[in-house]
């Protein structure tokens, strides 16, 4: 995302309209591709050969694909040297060659690091779309968290990612994308409450828990509170008004959203409100974290997110800012949503026994499906919502990764989740990786592993997406959170597990 982190941004419409910058050119230049050929430039329709970059098979040289020190957006001598080190103990050397190309890329690529009213200000972009989701922003810098302490200028730069998302959700609480400076949108005809500075509008829990989740890692990292000042805490006082908004107790709160499109999930039923919910404590989403308009607008996986957020953000206004009645407040909401997510969100499936919905709607419906994008269902252990171990959750996961799922995809190359974005047989690497980060079995991270190894398509990078019997038809070539993640990944094994990185 998405966009992305998305994840966020991984819209099959947007791509027609994205802004072919200098970054864009830069990126697709160096990943083989001119800055029109990606996937992610084309109109939407189903995945095929003539909507998927073909990729040029795996390569053997493992020459670095980064690009050249001068042409990078930002340098950290802190992730050079985890690059360096990590790699040295990394036997098989195309896992090292992608790890080296992957770690780095947010940094290499999307980020954009100077100053707005003496406050650090960092715009980071998704890749291949010159945009900012608040989920892809944090998920991309996320994994460079731990080396704040011994990088100051990094800490800087994320430092900056706070202050952008929180002048982001002034803006527009309900946005989930922005531009760098007001402009124009693609997207400005949208039947919503478009402004200069939003590039698109699409209301996700997950938009407004990111931040909280960066804001809240990055003070118990560092223990800087300068970030924290006025601002953040008028952007924290309306993300809580906008929680509680769209519980829609009262009414169905002040956004709405409609597109003119013949991408079904690309605009919303019910004159763009959504469809029908019956008021029972849970908050919200018109749309997933892959930016696909939901089902059923409780989504559970936003709802659990949801909990971790405000539960964390209740830490930091008591601790941070001496406010224990806003603290409150915040406990509060998350213990109804607690409460009624194992109310409502706990439902019995004919396989698996009880599990977790993927989406409700209070009067009893719901969805059994889950989505690559992050929250997922998969992801509740790596958000913070649940153990790994937790048997509600292991059921859930069984669910998950086999045939009852139905964007479980299998194939000659590759199995693992993917969702409707992209359509049916695209298996998506976030959902690979995310498999791993959330599994306690060398066996099964391994494998995930060697599958992510044998789909990059010949390019060392991460994708969106890729075809399940030819991994060499992916989607979006320069998608940063994607790389990241699977950096991040190889930065937990190696230091959990490294007997899977040092045996061929």
């Not at 800490?155 to 400076?181: M, S």
């Not at 029908?276 to 607008?297: K, N």
Request: glycine residues 8%; hydrophobic residues 35%; negative net charge.
């Amino acid at each position: 995302m998405a966009d992305p982190s998305g994840t966020g941004g991984h819209d099959p419409t947007r791509r027609e309209f994205l802004k072919k910058g200098s970054a864009a050119a830069m990126g697709a230049s160096l990943l083989g591709g001119s800055p029109g050929s990606s996937e992610a430039r084309r109109k939407p329709g189903a995945p095929g050969p003539r909507d998927l970059q073909e990729g040029p098979g795996r390569s053997q040289d493992f020459q670095s694909r980064r690009p050249p020190p001068e042409e990078r957006r930002f340098h950290s001598r802190a992730v050079e040297e985890t690059i360096s080190r990590v790699s040295k103990d990394i036997a098989d050397p195309e896992l090292a060659w992608l790890f080296g190309n992957c770690f780095p890329n947010t940094l290499d690529t999307t980020v954009d690091f100077g100053t707005v009213g003496g406050k650090p200000d960092t715009f980071v972009i998704t890749g291949d779309i010159e945009a900012m989701w608040l989920r892809d922003s944090t998920a991309q810098v996320w994994p460079y968290l731990p080396l704040t302490p011994e990088d100051p200028e990094l800490q800087q730069l994320i430092r900056g990612v706070i202050h952008r998302q929180t002048r982001c959700i002034l803006i527009d609480p309900y946005a989930n994308a922005f531009n760098k400076e007001a402009g124009e949108s693609p997207w400005a005809d949208d039947l919503t409450d478009m402004k200069p500075e939003l590039h698109e509008r699409k209301w996700e829990i997950d938009s407004l828990c990111y931040p909280i989740r960066l804001a809240y890692s990055y003070w118990r990292t560092t223990g800087d509170e300068s970030a924290f000042d006025g601002e953040w805490r008028e952007a924290m006082g309306l993300t809580l008004q906008t929680f509680r908004e769209q519980q829609r107790k009262e009414n169905r709160g002040p956004y709405k959203f409609q597109r003119v499109t013949g991408w079904q999930t690309d605009t919303v039923a019910g004159a763009g409100w959504g469809n029908p919910i019956r008021p029972v404590g849970l908050i919200v989403s018109i749309f997933r974290p892959s930016d696909d308009a939901t089902i059923f607008p409780f989504l559970i996986p936003s709802n659990h997110f949801a909990v971790v957020s405000l539960l964390q953000l209740a830490e930091m206004i008591r601790d941070i800012r001496g406010e224990e009645a806003f603290a409150q407040e915040c406990m509060a909401l998350a213990q109804e949503v607690r409460e009624a997510l194992f109310a409502h969100g706990v439902v019995p499936h004919p396989v698996h026994g009880e599990v977790w919905a993927y989406e409700v709607d209070g009067f009893g419906n719901r969805h059994h499906m889950d989505d690559a994008n992050i929250p997922s269902l998969l992801s509740l252990p790596y958000l913070g919502a649940c153990a790994p171990d937790d048997p509600l959750y292991r059921r859930t996961r069984a669910f998950v990764l086999g045939p009852e799922n139905p964007y479980y995809f299998q194939g000659e190359s590759a199995d693992g989740v993917g969702g409707p974005h992209v359509g049916l047989e695209m298996i998506w690497p976030l959902g690979i990786t995310m498999r791993a980060l959330t599994s306690n079995d060398d066996t099964e991270i391994a494998r995930c592993l060697r599958l992510l190894k044998e789909t990059h398509g010949g390019t060392g990078f991460m994708h969106e997406s890729f075809h399940q019997d030819e991994p060499e038809r992916f989607t979006r070539e320069w998608f940063a959170w994607a790389n990241t993640l699977f950096g991040e990944l190889i930065l937990k094994v190696h230091r959990e597990r490294p007997q899977l990185l040092t045996s061929r």
